[in-house]
């Protein structure tokens, strides 16, 4: 006894297990019959442990009622025959993909005791033991399991609905051992989905999704992804303050300077345009020679697009300089230099500028903590209980002509230079020295009776390693064989 039900993803044949739950064979058969089924959607999908459907219109729907047995749909009226009680085989478990069993619930007076209506229950991977004496078992998928896989892949929400609807387009007894129950009229061809069926589509089953081809919109999609992900990327290691920061529209970017040309000179010849906060020559942080850019701030936004449109291009100490926005953040952040940012924090808004908005997407507002210039380091940072304990020990800042601190010409000793030499103190002490074990027996002989050691017998090399005897009963020794031979 089989059934084949049609999907929008593809067939499933199922098998029926009449002898072992005929009651719950009956009603789905019949069901198939009438075409109950055509147009349910699959309402609920747990990847890789089970699909639920079997409502005509769909539990989310307010005009659907749950769904209900074959007797109960033939006879409307009596509401005790809308759900039936289903047979229960300890020996039938959901063990393998593809058990079909039917959906049930607890009877409100007595929770021991189970009702089934139309919903049905397919499993999408092995060993589903939650469902035993849950749901009761009826059936197994004996073909279409490539169905099933597509299914388990589909696209779902955060109650398990698939995004684009999966239907039972129709279903097809192809084996029915039992005899109609009276009223049953088979329909004469498939029908057509009602109101409230239409009314449930999110995504047609067969909506075809075009997605867009515009290459010049693909591509200001992918390039504002990938903006994103970078700045991201950037607030993590610590190279923006926020990812959602934008430069500020009071900075010049002033660049192809000539390496001799000084702060002043520079702030002298923009501060015709307007109040200037600060002029800073980016400068090599090892040799102090100028890098031959610049950031110029500006108190007003006018006074920096006036020297923007006059600057551009003019002579500088025989360099033609561009002068453009900057595109920067740098200066903001906390890792520029201190005396600029404190002068510009004074003046209030986040990083000094007052129509910037902090809003971290990494670390909340707990605010970044420097560590080193190690991308590593910045990123496993918040590994510890908290910034401040993981923080780096800075290393000891060097006198350019007279030394450090210490007065010797070399820099500090190390924090840990203390605990390295009781480290070595305790390996090199005589307490860990390898001691021979005296046996018990020889304790024993080489005490006295009142409890002190016999003192050691001597065990020179003379008393038994005398070299002139040995010397002696050599020669000794060849004589005698000198005697021999001559007799």
Known sequence: MSVLVETSLGDITIDLRVDEAPKCCENFLKLCKIKYYNFSPVHNVQPNFSFQTGDPIGPGSK???????????????????????????????HEVMGTVSMATAPAPDDPDQR???????????????FLDGKAAIFGNVVEGFDTL????????????????????????????PYEDPEG????????????????????????????????????????????RAQALTLEMVGDLPFAEVAPPENVLFVCKLNPVTQDEDLELIFSRFGKILSCEIIKDKRTGDSLQYAFIEYSDQKECEAAYLKMDGVLIDDHRIHVDFSQSVSKIADDWRDVTNKKRRSRGGFGGIDNL????????DSGFNRVSDSVVNNLIIDRGNSPSENRAPSRPALSSSHGNATGRGRPEPRRDEARRRERIDTYHDDRFKRVRSRSPRRDRRDREPDGSYKPRRDRSRDRYHDDRSRQDRSRDRNRRDDRRRRD
């Open 63 to 93: 005009d659907s009622d749950g769904g209900r047995s074959i007797w109960g749909e033939l006879n409307p009226a009596q509401t005790a025959k809308k759900a039936f009680q289903p047979e229960f085989q300890p020996k039938l478990k």
């Open 115 to 129: 009702y089934a209506g139309s919903q049905f229950i397919i499993t999408l991977g092995p060993k589903v033991d």
């Open 149 to 176: 896989e597509k299914i388990n892949a589909a696209y779902i929400d955060d109650t398990g609905r698939p995004l684009k609807d999966i239907r039972i387009l129709h279903t097809v007894v192809l084996d029915d």
């Open 184 to 227: 049953l009229v088979e329909p004469p061809e498939s029908p057509i989905p009602s109101a409230a069926q239409l009314a449930t589509v999110r995504v047609a089953h067969d909506e075809v999704l075009v997605e867009e081809n515009d290459p010049e919109a693909l591509e200001r999609v992918r390039r504002e992804r990938e903006a």
């Open 357 to 364: 908005e902090k809003k971290k997407q990494y670390r909340g």
